[in-house]
């Protein structure tokens, strides 16, 4: 797997969508913390599993996260999944000081996996939400090897 780290040069409309989208990371992170928690007062057991949490996301219907797309919330919540599971194995292994997954974050990064954002030259697409207009911002440097 490759990455790439670029600075992006934005306009101020364009520097409000970039925080928009990671404010609704944050929201989701939040919502997926609020349900457990909840869940755990009711006495049930926590969604915890990547594809349990994709089914919850789906149930809450499009644009309930602002322009945040699928891809991009899918994101946050298999860091949620990871994390929770991580920290199980760790209390299994005898670590007590091994903590769940309780701290709300405001903003969250978005990690967007190949195939699905656009590369053209220098301008990114990113996806957001069905029925909001196309983002697309400029990087400051060319990406280090061929995007293909």
């Known amino acids: 797997m490759r990455t790439a780290r670029a600075g992006l040069r934005v306009s101020a409309g364009q520097r409000r969508r970039c925080f928009g989208l990671l404010v609704s990371a944050g929201d989701v992170w939040a919502c997926v913390l609020d349900m457990n928690r909840w869940r755990r007062q009711r006495g049930l057991r926590?969604?915890?599993?990547?594809?349990?949490?994709?089914?919850?996301?789906?149930?809450?219907?499009?644009?309930?996260?602002?322009?945040?797309?699928?891809?991009?919330?899918?994101?946050?919540?298999?860091?949620?999944?990871?994390?929770?599971?991580?920290?199980?194995?760790?209390?299994?292994?005898?670590?007590?000081?091994?903590r769940f997954p309780r701290r709300k974050r405001r903003l969250m990064p978005v990690r967007y996996y190949h195939g699905t954002f656009t590369l053209d030259g220098l301008r990114l697409r990113l996806p957001v939400s069905r029925g909001r207009t196309p983002f697309w911002v400029r990087l400051d440097r060319p990406v280090p090897y061929p995007p293909e």
């Open 46 to 98: 926590p969604v915890t599993g990547y594809q349990e949490l994709c089914r919850e996301l789906s149930a809450s219907g499009p644009g309930t996260f602002g322009e945040l797309d699928t891809a991009g919330a899918r994101s946050v919540l298999r860091r949620y999944s990871d994390a929770w599971f991580a920290t199980a194995a760790r209390r299994k292994g005898g670590d007590v000081a091994a």
